[in-house]
DNA sequence: CGTTTTTGTGACAAATATTTGACAGCGACG
DNA sequence: CGTCGCTGTCAAATATTTGTCACAAAAACG
């Protein structure tokens, strides 16, 4: 889970190799591509918490590669960027409508498209930039690794912090027991299913407090999710 | 949900026009004022969803403007577009530093910058970006896993939730159980056609409410529907 | 009205899914 | 080296859902 993971999706190998370059300077982990098809692939597999798309891609057209990605469940909410060539106002339009967050039109400064990046990171995993995420009487403060519910500072072990981090990092959402391992646990780790269930007991264990509901929802064979309220 | 509102802050009283006119018409809310000042006090009465800012206002600047909605606690995760004049591509890097979400440069038209409003709507209030389904006085949120009736959060097992799920998907229609077995059991089930009747009776009785009439109508010799009540 | 067809209902045992307590392995740390 | 906290797995205990029946109720029909 921990640095944020990008899908590079990209025709001209020296623009790719630049940006790579410049990600992970910042930071991020990043999976490169040239291909459309080979991009579905890598989304599916390793879900990426934002996916830069050129629209003039091998294989699968980007406008196609974004339209998919959107209706697969595990990837509908992942933000893309897309990259278009100068003056294809109408492409533009056409990827927003599709369900793209963002573009920028090439040429563009890496500085540039590495601002956009961030700003949408802020937004979609705010604890990422030391910001305090709330989620009903929960709070949770990644750079000092802390979680205070009503005020009262809670104890849990790193996996049950990384766990409730995901969580409030996508309220109310359901998560099967695979997408959390995946999220928390790491894309490569053959972990049993049912140790999901019992992590979640440790996570409901550590928060519970006299008085207070349970904010883990129990999706029958669904997965779990976070109540937003 | 009451409609989104946006707060749009343009020094060109034709450019505010339009866009209010445009914004209106797309089913938002919309508040306009040319003054920075005026734009902070509008932001913290009635915090509104996304913020549309011009570089270059009267009164308070753009940037502060931006700084000062970050600091405020109310206000610091309202998504903010900025407007910039071409060229200044500092503006607008350091726009995204100090915390908008998005910039455009004029000229624009104003369906682009509806189609990233309508892209950061999606991403910050999914809810009111049609991943509800609405049919009558139900509701089904299916990232959440969740069904409102009359704003009461209704609780169905998950068979009862994947047919209600494809009730809502084709509303009025009538479907036989054959289909019904299809669409919500898949196509290779042996499963006897009465089972669907006595699930359709549980959706029936999960649903009902106290003074609100039954939205599944039974369409003798054929099958089932979900009317719109 | 009596008969036939179709749908609604309550009950139930079997099948599934989840919760929970226990435990052994591991690594950190004193 | 011993202790302690954390992990991943199991299996038993619970809880919930599911497919079928048998029969009641309702509707269609002659």
């Given at each position: 889970m921990n640095p944020p993971r990008l899908l590079l999706v990209e025709d001209d190998p020296a623009l790719a190799e630049l940006l790579e370059f410049r990600f992970r300077a910042e930071g991020y982990g990043v999976s490169v591509t040239s291909d459309g098809d080979e991009a579905l692939l890598l989304a599916a597999e390793e879900i990426p918490d934002l996916v830069i798309l050129d629209w003039m891609i091998e294989?699968?057209?980007g406008i196609e590669v974004c339209r998919r990605l959107r209706r697969d469940k595990a990837t509908a909410h992942v933000p893309i960027i897309m990259l278009t060539a100068?003056?294809?106002?109408d492409d533009m339009i056409r990827g927003l409508e599709t369900g793209a967050d963002d573009y920028l039109?090439?040429?563009?400064?890496?500085?540039e498209l590495i601002a956009r990046v961030s700003a949408i990171m802020r937004r979609i995993r705010p604890a990422l930039a030391g910001e305090l995420v709330n989620v009903g009487d929960l709070t949770l403060d990644a750079t000092a690794h802390r979680v205070t519910r009503r005020g009262q500072v809670i104890s849990l072990g790193p996996t049950e912090f990384r766990l409730l981090k995901f969580f409030m990092?996508?309220?109310?959402?359901?998560?099967?027991?695979?997408?959390?391992?995946?999220?928390?646990?790491?894309t490569d780790s053959d972990i049993e299913l049912r140790t999901v269930d019992v992590h979640i007991r440790r996570l409901r264990k550590g928060i519970e407090q006299e008085g207070a509901p349970d904010p883990v929802r129990t999706v029958r064979s669904a997965g779990y999710a976070l109540e937003a309220v």
């Open positions: 294989g699968t057209s100068r003056g294809a106002e039109t090439k040429p563009f400064s890496p500085r990092e996508h309220p109310g959402r359901v998560f099967s027991r695979g997408q959390l391992l995946d999220a928390v646990w790491g």
